[in-house]
Protein backbone atom coordinates (compact mmCIF):
# COMPACT_ATOMS: atom_id res chain seq x y z
CA UNK A 1 0.00 0.00 0.00
CA UNK A 2 1.34 3.16 -1.16
CA UNK A 3 0.49 6.35 1.08
CA UNK A 4 -1.10 8.99 -0.92
CA UNK A 5 1.32 12.34 0.21
CA UNK A 6 0.19 15.65 -0.53
CA UNK A 7 3.48 17.20 -1.13
CA UNK A 8 6.75 15.09 -1.37
CA UNK A 9 8.79 15.24 1.70
CA UNK A 10 12.40 17.58 1.46
CA UNK A 11 15.73 16.55 2.44
CA UNK A 12 16.11 17.30 5.70
CA UNK A 13 12.69 17.40 6.31
CA UNK A 14 11.35 15.36 9.26
CA UNK A 15 8.19 14.20 9.04
CA UNK A 16 6.09 12.09 10.92
CA UNK A 17 6.44 8.14 10.49
CA UNK A 18 3.53 6.27 11.23
CA UNK A 19 4.12 2.54 11.31
CA UNK A 20 1.87 0.14 9.91
CA UNK A 21 1.58 -3.42 9.62
CA UNK A 22 2.58 -3.08 5.88
CA UNK A 23 5.14 0.04 6.15
CA UNK A 24 6.99 -2.73 8.56
CA UNK A 25 7.71 -4.80 6.09
CA UNK A 26 9.70 -1.69 4.43
CA UNK A 27 11.65 -0.84 7.56
CA UNK A 28 14.73 -2.34 8.28
CA UNK A 29 16.57 -2.42 11.27
CA UNK A 30 20.13 -3.01 11.69
CA UNK A 31 21.46 -3.84 15.08
CA UNK A 32 18.80 -2.39 16.97
CA UNK A 33 15.01 -3.50 17.06
CA UNK A 34 12.35 -1.81 15.21
CA UNK A 35 11.21 0.82 17.26
CA UNK A 36 7.70 0.56 18.02
CA UNK A 37 7.54 4.35 19.41
CA UNK A 38 9.47 5.58 16.51
CA UNK A 39 7.50 8.52 15.77
CA UNK A 40 9.25 10.56 13.38
CA UNK A 41 11.80 10.29 10.62
CA UNK A 42 13.61 12.78 8.49
CA UNK A 43 13.73 12.06 4.99
CA UNK A 44 17.79 11.66 3.62
CA UNK A 45 18.08 10.37 0.50
CA UNK A 46 15.53 9.35 -2.75
CA UNK A 47 15.69 5.78 -3.32
CA UNK A 48 17.33 6.48 -6.67
CA UNK A 49 20.50 8.24 -5.41
CA UNK A 50 21.77 4.91 -3.70
CA UNK A 51 23.97 3.21 -6.62
CA UNK A 52 24.04 -0.47 -7.61
CA UNK A 53 27.51 -0.64 -7.49
CA UNK A 54 28.21 1.93 -4.61
CA UNK A 55 27.18 4.11 -1.89
CA UNK A 56 25.07 7.82 -1.00
CA UNK A 57 27.32 9.04 1.59
CA UNK A 58 25.63 11.43 4.29
CA UNK A 59 26.89 12.49 7.72
CA UNK A 60 24.45 12.04 11.12
CA UNK A 61 24.98 13.42 14.48
CA UNK A 62 25.39 11.06 17.33
CA UNK A 63 23.62 11.02 21.14
CA UNK A 64 26.91 12.41 22.13
CA UNK A 65 27.14 15.21 19.40
CA UNK A 66 29.80 13.58 16.94
CA UNK A 67 29.48 13.82 13.60
CA UNK A 68 29.34 10.38 11.67
CA UNK A 69 29.56 9.30 8.38
CA UNK A 70 27.07 6.85 7.17
CA UNK A 71 26.45 5.01 3.97
CA UNK A 72 23.40 3.92 2.30
CA UNK A 73 24.29 1.20 0.40
CA UNK A 74 21.78 -1.44 -1.80
CA UNK A 75 20.51 -4.62 -0.54
CA UNK A 76 18.59 -7.34 -2.59
CA UNK A 77 16.55 -8.07 0.29
CA UNK A 78 13.45 -5.42 1.14
CA UNK A 79 13.41 -2.51 1.45
CA UNK A 80 16.28 -2.62 -1.13
CA UNK A 81 18.88 -0.21 0.84
CA UNK A 82 20.77 -0.77 4.21
CA UNK A 83 22.76 2.42 6.19
CA UNK A 84 26.20 1.39 7.95
CA UNK A 85 28.55 3.52 9.62
CA UNK A 86 30.75 4.43 7.15
CA UNK A 87 34.11 2.95 9.18
CA UNK A 88 35.81 -0.74 9.08
CA UNK A 89 35.46 -3.01 11.90
CA UNK A 90 39.79 -4.07 11.90
CA UNK A 91 40.90 -0.54 11.46
CA UNK A 92 40.05 3.48 10.98
CA UNK A 93 39.36 3.32 7.39
CA UNK A 94 36.57 4.64 5.70
CA UNK A 95 34.61 2.64 2.88
CA UNK A 96 33.45 5.42 1.09
CA UNK A 97 35.90 8.36 1.36
CA UNK A 98 34.31 10.48 -1.34
CA UNK A 99 34.18 8.23 -4.41
CA UNK A 100 31.31 5.77 -2.98
CA UNK A 101 32.30 2.33 -1.41
CA UNK A 102 33.23 -0.03 -3.43
CA UNK A 103 30.56 -2.75 -3.77
CA UNK A 104 30.58 -6.16 -5.62
CA UNK A 105 28.57 -9.06 -5.76
CA UNK A 106 26.51 -7.46 -2.41
CA UNK A 107 29.56 -7.23 -0.64
CA UNK A 108 31.12 -3.75 0.68
CA UNK A 109 34.60 -3.85 0.47
CA UNK A 110 37.28 -2.50 2.56
CA UNK A 111 39.84 -0.25 0.76
CA UNK A 112 42.73 -0.98 3.07
CA UNK A 113 42.75 -4.95 3.75
CA UNK A 114 40.13 -6.15 1.78
CA UNK A 115 37.57 -7.76 4.30
CA UNK A 116 34.39 -7.64 2.85
CA UNK A 117 31.26 -7.38 4.26
CA UNK A 118 27.83 -8.14 3.67
CA UNK A 119 25.74 -5.28 2.17
CA UNK A 120 22.26 -6.57 4.15
CA UNK A 121 23.57 -8.10 7.23
CA UNK A 122 26.59 -5.84 8.08
CA UNK A 123 28.72 -9.43 8.91
CA UNK A 124 31.75 -10.27 7.73
CA UNK A 125 33.53 -13.65 7.57
CA UNK A 126 36.88 -13.40 5.79
CA UNK A 127 40.27 -11.42 6.31
CA UNK A 128 41.45 -8.72 9.03
CA UNK A 129 37.95 -8.16 10.07
CA UNK A 130 36.47 -11.66 10.12
CA UNK A 131 34.01 -12.54 12.84
CA UNK A 132 33.20 -8.52 12.94
CA UNK A 133 29.86 -6.93 12.09
CA UNK A 134 29.02 -3.21 10.99
CA UNK A 135 27.49 -0.74 13.05
CA UNK A 136 23.86 -0.50 11.86
CA UNK A 137 21.62 2.69 11.52
CA UNK A 138 17.68 2.36 11.15
CA UNK A 139 16.41 3.68 8.04
CA UNK A 140 13.29 2.97 6.44
CA UNK A 141 11.81 3.64 2.76
CA UNK A 142 8.27 5.12 2.04
CA UNK A 143 7.45 5.64 -1.43
CA UNK A 144 11.24 6.53 -3.21
CA UNK A 145 12.32 8.04 -0.21
CA UNK A 146 14.79 6.93 2.52
CA UNK A 147 14.20 8.15 5.62
CA UNK A 148 16.39 7.88 8.76
CA UNK A 149 14.33 6.27 11.62
CA UNK A 150 17.31 6.02 14.17
CA UNK A 151 16.53 7.80 17.32
CA UNK A 152 20.17 7.83 18.40
CA UNK A 153 20.93 10.15 15.23
CA UNK A 154 20.27 13.63 13.40
CA UNK A 155 20.81 14.26 10.08
CA UNK A 156 23.15 16.77 9.32
CA UNK A 157 24.05 16.77 4.89
CA UNK A 158 25.02 15.13 2.73
CA UNK A 159 28.64 14.15 2.20
CA UNK A 160 30.95 13.52 4.61
CA UNK A 161 32.08 15.20 7.83
CA UNK A 162 34.31 17.41 6.37
CA UNK A 163 31.87 18.40 3.12
CA UNK A 164 29.59 20.52 5.35
CA UNK A 165 26.37 21.83 4.20
CA UNK A 166 28.14 22.79 0.44
CA UNK A 167 29.64 19.36 -0.04
CA UNK A 168 28.23 17.07 -2.61
CA UNK A 169 26.50 13.40 -1.87
CA UNK A 170 29.01 10.97 -3.12
CA UNK A 171 27.81 8.61 -5.63
CA UNK A 172 30.13 6.14 -7.15
CA UNK A 173 29.71 2.84 -9.41
CA UNK A 174 33.14 1.77 -8.82
CA UNK A 175 33.65 -1.63 -9.28
CA UNK A 176 36.23 -4.22 -9.36
S1 LIG B 1 40.98 -1.70 7.79
FE1 LIG B 1 39.38 -2.82 6.86
S2 LIG B 1 40.09 -4.86 6.76
FE2 LIG B 1 41.69 -3.74 7.72
Avoid at 8 to 29: M, V
Wanted: net charge negative; proline share 5%.
Amino acid sequence: MRHDRIKPIERGERTDFHACPIDRSAGFSTGRPYADSMSDATAIADRSEVPAGGSHRFTAEDAFGNETEVILVPCEEDPGVRAWVNNCTHEDQRFDTGRGAAIRDGEIICPRHGSMFDACSGECDNGEASGTALPGVEIAVEDDTVLLTDEHYDYLHDGGVNDGDDGPGSTSHVSF
